[in-house]
Nanobody, 128 residues
Framework: QVQLVESGGGLVQAGGSLRLSCVAS????????MSWFRQSPGKEREFVAA????????YYGDSVRGRAAISRDFAKNTGYLQMTRLAAEDTAVYYC?????????????????????WGQGTQVTVSS
């Protein structure tokens, strides 16, 4: 089992920035991928960003491309999501997810179904 714990959420003013962290523990893998999804009330869980542990290849959802940067720190078993120019529509619970292997089809990483492990989520609220 892998445990994921997110942190860094909170109340942010529109136009501001934040950095979310996701610490992985337990039977972590040196391969695979970590991603961020978000979900707001009444909406489906939305892909935000993903990064492969090996190689650090990153992917972004259309709604955050150009405003988000995903990274990972091997030594700390931690992934990060930096977001800038936040707007009210970024308000959501942000979830960290991980999978043990990197799929041949990268699109599998854009779906919540592609992940085996999930954190509890951290609330991000953007005030206008």
């Amino acid at each position: 089992q892998v445990q994921l714990v997110e942190s860094g959420g909170g109340l942010v003013q529109a136009g501001g920035s934040l950095r979310l962290s996701c610490v992985a523990s337990g039977r972590t893998s040196s391969s695979g991928a970590m991603s961020w999804f978000r979900q707001s009330p009444g909406k489906e869980r939305e892909f935000v960003a993903a990064i492969t542990w090996i190689g650090g290849t990153s992917y972004y959802g259309d709604s955050v491309r150009g405003r988000a940067a995903i990274s990972r720190d091997f030594a700390k078993n931690t992934g990060y999501l930096q977001m800038t120019r936040l707007a009210a529509e970024d308000t959501a619970v942000y979830y960290c997810a991980a999978r043990a292997t990197t799929p041949e089809n990268a699109r599998l990483m854009f779906s919540p179904w592609g992940y085996d492990y999930w954190g509890q989520g951290t609330q991000v609220t953007v005030s206008s």
